[in-house]
């Protein structure tokens, strides 16, 4: 499966990341492959879930430990960059993939071929 945006490629960046986990890299000597991963899943969020491209504010960079992340339709932040470097350091558990599909606050983005999203109460 290629990197083409969709929801589904999130697998393969859990994929990837998984790879250079067992490779024994420390977190500094993969680091720019793990930004360039962030900025991937954040623009998956911008692209399919309605999300935009944001500056950090001191206090957002503070608590982030980054100066960019997004901000979702329904207001609530996320640094995409943190949460690969979470992938990273914690493993599956912290799946990329997983995150999309239970973060709060995206829209129904059309996603070809995938099912429609129940209507919530």
Same mark, same amino acid.
Do not use: C
């Given at each position: 499966?290629?990197?083409?945006?969709?929801?589904?490629?999130?697998?393969?960046?859990?994929?990837?990341?998984?790879?250079?986990?067992? #490779?024994? !890299? =420390?977190?500094?000597?993969? $680091?720019?492959?793990?930004?360039?991963?962030?900025?991937? %899943?954040?623009?998956? *969020?911008?692209?399919?879930?309605?999300?935009?491209?944001?500056?950090?504010?001191? #206090?957002? !960079? =503070?608590?982030?430990?980054? $100066?960019?992340?997004?901000?979702?339709?329904?207001?609530? %932040?996320?640094?995409? *960059?943190?949460?690969?470097?979470?992938?990273?350091?914690?493993?599956?558990?912290? #799946?990329?993939?997983?995150?999309?599909?239970?973060?709060?606050?995206?829209?129904?983005?059309?996603?070809?071929?995938?099912?429609?999203?129940?209507?919530?109460?």
């Amino acid at each position: 499966m290629p990197l083409d945006f969709s929801v589904r490629s999130l697998r393969v960046v859990d994929f990837v990341i998984d790879g250079l986990r067992k #490779s024994g !890299r =420390e977190r500094a000597e993969v $680091a720019e492959a793990l930004f360039g991963f962030g900025v991937y %899943v954040g623009e998956v *969020l911008v692209r399919r879930a309605g999300a935009t491209w944001i500056d950090f504010d001191a #206090s957002q !960079r =503070e608590f982030f430990g980054q $100066a960019v992340g997004v901000r979702m339709p329904d207001g609530r %932040v996320w640094s995409p *960059l943190g949460k690969v470097v979470n992938r990273y350091e914690v493993g599956a558990a912290e #799946s990329l993939q997983t995150f999309y599909l239970t973060l709060p606050g995206r829209h129904a983005a059309a996603e070809p071929g995938a099912e429609p999203e129940p209507a919530r109460r």
